[in-house]
């Protein structure tokens, strides 16, 4: 089964990249933009068939691993592979 991640930066937490990518948008005309947060995506093929196991064996790792607790947050999206 795969497994997306998706990881982001609290609300609170400071976003320098972004606004970096908000100004260089900004410079280049795209003044619509009125922010931007950058975030990353984790792509995972993980055994197992049960959606619950997977599930909560991609939280566990994601919670010890993937992210840090006190300034990100993460979504998970499994997908099952078709054959």
Do not use: C, H, W
């Not at 792509?43 to 691993?65: A, H, M, Q, W």
């Amino acid at each position: 089964m795969k497994a997306r991640v998706s990881i982001r930066l609290k609300s609170a937490i400071l976003d320098p990249q972004g606004k970096t990518v908000q100004q260089a948008l900004q410079q280049m005309g795209y003044s619509d933009v009125s922010s931007v947060r950058i975030g990353k995506l984790v792509e995972l093929e993980v055994g197992g068939n049960d959606p619950i196991e997977v599930r909560t064996k991609v939280e566990e790792f994601s919670r010890k691993l993937l992210t840090n607790p006190l300034m990100e947050t993460f979504e998970i999206e499994l997908v099952r592979d078709v054959v």
